[in-house]
C-alpha cells in the first residue's frame, strides 16, 4: 500500500508528511486492532463494535479536516463526498458478510479475523483499481469539439461509459426487490474457483485458513469465506470506485475516502449483524445515489455539478432512506 502511494508522491500536490501521517494510522491501527485487541478469537461485543466504529468513522472524519487545514476546503469537500458515496454502496457489503457467515456456519468468534484478512485485501486491490482507473481516464480525454452550436471543452469516453454503466445499475438495483438468499453463495466464482485449486476441508478447524488431511493440504471453510468475502468487494468495487471518479480524479483524495469508508465496515456489521434487515428501503436509497451519479458522468461534458452539491444530495437520499426504513418498520409493529 505505502509503496502504490510513494510512486504517485511526484503526481500530486500532496506533502510527504500527508502520505506518512495515513500510512502510519492506517497500518498502526491495524495491527492494533488485530494483533493487540483481537489476539484472542472471541465473539465481538456490541460495546467493542460501536467503540471501533466510531475510531474508524472519526478518523475518516478528521483526516477531512486535515485536508481542510493544510490543502483547501474544495479536497476537503471531495473528499468527504466520496468518503459517504463510498461508505453508502458499501452497505451492500454487509447483506453479503451476514449470508456468507450464515451460509458457511462460521462461528462469531471467528468472523472478525475472516473480515479482518477480506478488508485488508480490498485496501491492496482498492490501490490498484484506483490509480491504474486514474490514469486510464487521463489517458482517454478528448479534445474540444462542437456538437451544432454547443462546444464541449473537454469530453470522456472512459467517464461518459462508467457513467452510462452507474445509471442502467441504479435503474436494475431500484427495480430489484428479491435479496439473495444464503444458498446462492453455492454459486458464487470465489467458491469455484477455490474449489478448482483447492480441496476443500468441509469444516471449521479453529482460526486456521488451511489443515492437513490424509498428508495433503486442504482449505478450510474460513478460507473459502475470505475468498468470496474478498470477490465481493472486487465486485462492489466496480460500482463505487466509477462513482467517486465524478468527484475528482486526484488519486491520494480517491484512495484515502476509499479506505477510511470501508475501514469501519468491519465494526458496522457487528453492529448491525442482527438488524439490517429492518433497512428496508436502504437498497432503494443506494440505487438512487447511483442514478444521481451516473446522471451527473452524463451532463459533465455540458454542466458541472459541485462536489459540495453533490454532497448535500447523497447524504439526504441516504438519510431519507434510512429515517424511511425505521418509520416503516415502526409503522408494522
Known amino acids: 500500500m505505502s509503496m502504490c502511494l510513494i510512486l504517485t508522491l511526484n503526481a ?3 506533502s510527504l508528511w500527508t502520505i506518512a501521517i495515513f500510512v502510519t494510522v492506517i497500518i498502526g491501527l491495524l495491527i492494533l486492532d488485530l494483533g493487540v485487541f483481537r489476539k484472542d478469537d472471541k465473539q465481538v461485543s456490541n460495546k467493542e463494535a460501536l467503540m471501533w466504529t466510531a475510531v474508524w468513522i472519526g478518523l475518516g472524519l478528521l483526516f477531512g479536516l486535515y485536508l481542510r487545514w493544510f490543502h483547501s476546503v474544495q479536497t476537503s469537500t471531495e473528499y468527504y463526498t466520496a468518503f459517504i458515496i463510498e461508505k453508502a454502496l458499501s452497505m451492500d457489503n454487509l447483506f453479503i458478510f451476514v449470508l456468507v457467515f450464515k451460509f458457511f456456519s ?5 468472523q472478525h479475523r475472516v473480515l479482518f484478512w477480506g478488508i485488508l485485501g480490498a485496501i491492496v486491490f482498492r490501490a490498484i483499481l484506483i490509480f491504474a482507473g486514474v490514469e486510464i481516464i487521463r489517458l482517454t480525454y478528448l479534445p474540444g469539439f462542437d456538437i451544432g452550436n454547443i462546444h464541449i471543452d473537454e469530453f ?3 467517464l461518459f461509459g462508467f457513467g452510462v454503466f452507474l445509471f442502467i445499475t441504479g435503474i436494475k438495483t431500484f427495480k430489484e426487490h428479491k435479496d439473495q438468499k444464503p444458498d446462492d453463495i453455492q454459486k458464487h466464482p470465489g467458491v469455484r474457483l477455490v474449489n478448482r485449486f483447492f480441496t476443500v476441508h468441509p469444516k471449521i478447524e479453529g482460526n486456521k485458513f488451511f489443515v492437513r488431511i490424509n498428508g495433503k493440504r486442504a482449505a478450510t471453510l474460513l478460507f473459502l469465506a475470505v475468498v468470496v468475502i474478498e470477490l465481493s468487494d472486487i465486485l462492489f468495487a466496480l460500482d463505487s470506485i466509477p462513482a467517486i471518479f465524478t468527484i475528482t480524479q486526484d488519486p491520494m483524495v480517491l484512495y484515502t475516502s476509499n479506505i ?14 442482527n438488524s439490517i434487515h429492518l433497512f428496508t428501503y436502504l437498497r432503494q436509497g443506494l440505487a438512487l445515489i447511483l442514478l444521481f451519479i451516473g446522471s451527473k458522468m452524463l451532463i459533465a461534458p455540458f454542466y458541472h455539478i459541485k462536489p459540495f452539491h453533490s454532497l448535500i444530495v447523497i447524504g439526504g437520499v441516504l438519510t431519507l432512506s434510512i429515517v424511511a ?3 416503516h418498520r415502526k409503522s408494522i409493529q
Open 106 to 110: 462460521i462461528p462469531d468468534k471467528y
Open 12 to 14: 500530486m500536490e500532496y
Open 260 to 273: 477510511f469508508a470501508i475501514l469501519g465496515l468491519r465494526s458496522l456489521y457487528f453492529l448491525l449483524a
Open 156 to 158: 470522456n469516453v472512459v
Open 325 to 327: 426504513s425505521l418509520v
